[in-house]
């Protein structure tokens, strides 16, 4: 049994995650819950006196603004789209008969206009671009999803159906990578205050097929990209628990997030994975967390 296997069993005999029958999708238990909700208000603590609009959007968007998003041509394989039923009385008795003999009842299914959201930023874009222009001082807002990835993996921090808490910053060039600088500082900050050991590292995202080389090799090399990594399945292979990315003005272009005088706004978001962090958490410092240091305790419920 590998290492991998071996902590997700861990975590399903402790009751932490509840086991589906689907690599990734998993119930979790409300100590589970509770270390998220607790570094949530850490974060809050952290990021709080900045301002920020908060927005909660659910975990689908608008199937217009995700073609748009060009998520398609990045990431295909990764995409998940809601379908549905939309037949008469005879199309349900043939989908029926096709479920009773085992045979494919979802191939009539019809796309909706939803689909699952892939990061917590992406209905954002179009909806503050719905606003008009920005305040030149350029715009915060506090986002958390849960998102949908087609990556099944007996990795627990590889999850199909995870929590993302991020930030995102609208403005000029200056401004976004300041604001991405900030929160480098402060995830380093906030982790080692909870006693986890982090690197920061450049990264670049799994763009896919062959031309998607060339634009991971771009992000690498123009430093779009940076991650902090913790130790959850593998030391050697640190996990991304937050990832903090400038996008220049290719959002701002695609989705015309301009400034009053008409010039193109930069973006940048600052994400963290909640899963992956509470998982860390559990890593290091164990699965009870009565057990946990006095300081991380302290930190995490005051
Ligand atoms: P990875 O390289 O591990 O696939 P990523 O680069 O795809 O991560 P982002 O797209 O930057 O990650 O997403 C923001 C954050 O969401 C990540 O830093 C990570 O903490 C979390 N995250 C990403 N994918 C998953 C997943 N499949 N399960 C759980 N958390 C995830
Ligand atoms: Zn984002
Ligand atoms: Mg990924």
């Known amino acids: 049994m590998d290492m991998q296997t071996s902590f997700l069993d861990r975590l399903f005999d402790s009751g932490l995650l509840i086991d589906t029958g689907v690599d990734g999708l998993y119930g979790r238990s409300g100590q589970f819950e509770d270390v998220i909700t607790a570094f949530e208000r850490l974060i809050d603590k952290f990021g709080g006196a900045d301002g920020a609009e908060a927005i909660r959007f659910p975990p689908g968007m608008n199937r217009a603004f995700f073609e748009k998003s060009g998520y398609m041509k990045s990431f295909p394989q990764l995409a998940g789209t809601v379908h549905s039923f939309c037949g008469n009385e005879l199309d349900h008795m043939s989908l029926l ?129 940076f991650e902090l990594l913790i130790p959850i399945t593998s030391t050697a292979k640190p996990t991304a628990c937050m990832s903090f990315n400038y996008h220049q003005d290719a959002f701002g272009a695609k989705w015309g997030l301009n400034f009053a005088d008409g010039s193109v706004a930069h973006t940048a978001c600052v994400g963290f994975g909640l899963e992956r962090i509470a998982l860390a958490l559990f890593h290091t410092h164990g699965l009870d967390v009565k057990e946990w240091p006095e300081s991380v305790r302290k930190a995490l419920w005051g």
């Open 97 to 225: 008969k096709c479920m009773e003999v085992g045979e494919d009842w979802t191939k009539d299914q019809e796309a909706t206009d939803i689909v699952l959201t892939p990061a917590a930023c992406y209905p954002l874009y179009p909806t503050v671009a719905k606003r008009g222009a920005l305040p030149d001082g350029g715009a915060l807002f506090d986002l958390q999803s849960y998102c949908f990835r087609h990556e099944p993996s007996k990795d627990p921090a590889r999850q199909q159906l995870f929590r993302m808490r991020e930030y995102v910053c609208m403005g000029t060039d200056k401004h976004v990578t300041d604001f991405r600088q900030s929160w480098m500082d402060r995830g380093v900050e906030m982790m080692k205050a909870v006693g986890l050991d982090v690197t920061i590292d450049v990264a670049n995202d799994p763009f896919f097929g062959r031309a998607g080389k060339m634009l991971a090799n771009n992000q690498r090399d123009q430093n779009l990209k």
